[in-house]
């Protein structure tokens, strides 16, 4: 009772890394991109606004997300819209090609889309009598991510003098949830393929 094997572990901080990274970007998303469109010209207040509204758009883009997974179940397909999309508007924001507004809106329509998805795969991981310390695992990775990563990237901004590092950084790691995403389910798809085998010997 209470221990976890090995293999849950490794799939679980899979897991929690994909979700660590996602809400460690959220938070360098909010902290820095108005930074960047006040240094672009628009007022705070302008520039509040217009990440305040992609915060609220992400809220609504997590229903959209969980409601599109349970109908249609295509859940690589909306980790891939998330992560790459989400992605793909901070590089155009930190790009400054004059379309930064477009940009945060549009990374906040997508960026929730994967969340349902996220926290479902623990529970894919796991034992029952494994998951209260597989999710204490889990969450570890959030505070984590949580930690970590907005003071990279304040040392970044501070490092190159540019508001816009921080934004290409963060593309980068959510970017990168899709292969880890990937990897997570190529190693469970491997177990199931292997436990017939082990059953039989």
Do not use: K
């Amino acid at each position: 009772m209470g221990r976890i094997s090995a293999e849950e572990a490794l799939l679980v901080c899979l897991a929690g890394g994909i979700w660590g990274i996602f809400n460690g970007s959220v938070s360098v998303m909010i902290g820095f991109a108005p930074i960047f469109l006040v240094g672009e010209g628009r007022s705070t207040a302008e520039a509040g606004l217009l990440v305040g509204t992609a915060i609220w758009l992400s809220a609504a883009s997590v229903q959209a997300g969980g409601l599109l997974g349970q109908a249609r179940g295509r859940h690589t397909a909306l980790m891939a819209a998330g992560a790459l999309g989400w992605a793909g508007c901070l590089a155009l924001l930190a790009s400054g090609t004059g379309v930064s507004g477009a940009a945060i809106i549009g990374a906040g329509l997508v960026l929730g889309l994967p969340v349902g998805v996220i926290l479902a795969i623990p529970a894919q991981a796991l034992r029952p009598e494994s998951r209260a310390i597989g999710m204490g695992l889990f969450y570890t990775w959030l505070y984590i991510g949580n930690g970590a990563l907005p003071p990279a990237a304040g040392w970044l901004q501070d490092g190159t003098s540019s508001a816009a590092t921080p934004l290409f950084l963060t593309a980068v790691l959510v970017a990168a949830m899709l292969p880890l995403y990937m990897l997570f389910q190529a190693i469970r798809q491997r177990q199931a393929a292997a436990l017939p085998r082990s059953v039989e010997a």
